[in-house]
């Protein structure tokens, strides 16, 4: 879940113990532990103007990227679309939904239904869906989850996957006492995460076996990872970090990990059919390999401003005109 890394939902001592806290403070800024609020001092909303529209992102550069591709298709829909991007965590953007503040911000399934439900058990993309909608109450609503999803993954190395022959999370668990874990502190307690990954597994990682690396599946994990420091790692399924560490996610058909498809949340009085299938359409776009592409574009080595890479997307995705 993103909590820290995105907080409410799935969030990283051995080596370079200074600069891991180094890293936990960044990575809690980024996720929205701290730092200024852009709702703060009040502001207008947007009204009862159907055509005016406030899009809201979390303080992750995920999140603002496809807050700002929102931004793009809506204004390409006739939209009068103004933002608040970089507002925190879910904490800080469902109450602003509720209150006006913000009219649509995109989330994850999963996460979105953990924070809404504490209580609920769905885990599936199916059920987590299902659960939804009565989970939201009658001032929140989604429209249709993309096919994008970024989730927590069990990842090891390429040498690993080969050494153990391992494709799926119970591949790795008659390996159990020889995987070093790293993954979040709270990965030790939370349901998805060891105890999880135990009870439908059979993986069973003992304390001493476990490394809390309070970076969200940042880079201090894949050094760490890559590095072999640790054997396996929490990481999550849109890090460019994967693919360019020639990494392996474990199949998880269990479903220990809650689908997380990106949605977008919107302020009820707010939906019309016309906001829907200006939504339905980016949605329908945005596959997981988009979303990693994108990742890709803003925080690999071209380090594009999310708005530039939001536009390009948009454009070459034909999404720049009205949808028809």
Request: aromatic share 6%.
């Amino acid at each position: 879940m993103r909590t820290s890394r995105i907080l409410s939902g799935f969030t990283r001592r051995s080596v370079g113990s200074i600069a891991l806290a180094t890293v936990a403070v960044v990575s809690l800024a980024a996720c929205g532990g701290g730092g200024s609020d852009p709702l703060s001092g009040g502001g207008e909303g947007s009204g009862d103007d159907p055509n005016a529209i406030i899009v809201g992102s979390a303080n992750f550069p995920e999140s603002e990227t496809v807050a700002n591709i929102y931004t793009e298709v809506l204004r390409a829909n006739g939209f009068d679309v103004t933002t608040k991007f970089n507002i925190g965590s879910r904490e800080a953007y469902i109450p602003a939904l509720k209150d006006g503040s913000i009219d649509v911000i995109p989330d994850y399934t999963g996460n979105l239904l953990q924070y809404l439900d504490p209580d609920s058990t769905a885990t599936s993309a199916a059920d987590v869906d299902a659960a939804l909608p009565a989970a939201l109450g009658p001032e929140l609503t989604i429209t249709t989850p993309a096919p994008a999803e970024d989730k927590d993954a069990v990842v090891v190395t390429k040498e690993t996957a080969q050494r153990w022959n391992l494709t799926s999370i119970a591949d790795l668990a008659a390996h159990s006492n020889e995987v070093k874990f790293g993954a979040p502190a709270e990965f030790q307690e939370r349901p998805g995460g060891l105890p999880g990954l135990k009870a439908k597994y059979g993986l069973d990682i003992t304390p001493d076996n476990f490394v809390p690396i309070a970076d969200g599946g940042g880079p201090a994990t894949v050094d760490a990872l890559a590095s072999g420091q640790i054997t396996a790692a929490d990481i999550f399924t849109t890090s460019p970090a994967i693919a360019e560490n020639g990494f392996v996610v474990l199949a998880d058909p269990l479903n220990n990990f809650a689908a997380q498809n990106v949605v977008p949340v919107l302020r009820t009085t707010k939906s019309s059919d016309k906001l829907t299938r200006a939504l339905d359409a980016l949605s329908a776009k945005l596959t997981t390999e988009e979303l990693v592409s994108l990742n890709n574009s803003v925080s690999g080595d071209a380090k594009t401003e999310p708005a530039a890479a939001a536009k390009q997307w948009v454009t070459d995705q034909g999404l720049d005109k009205p949808v028809s």
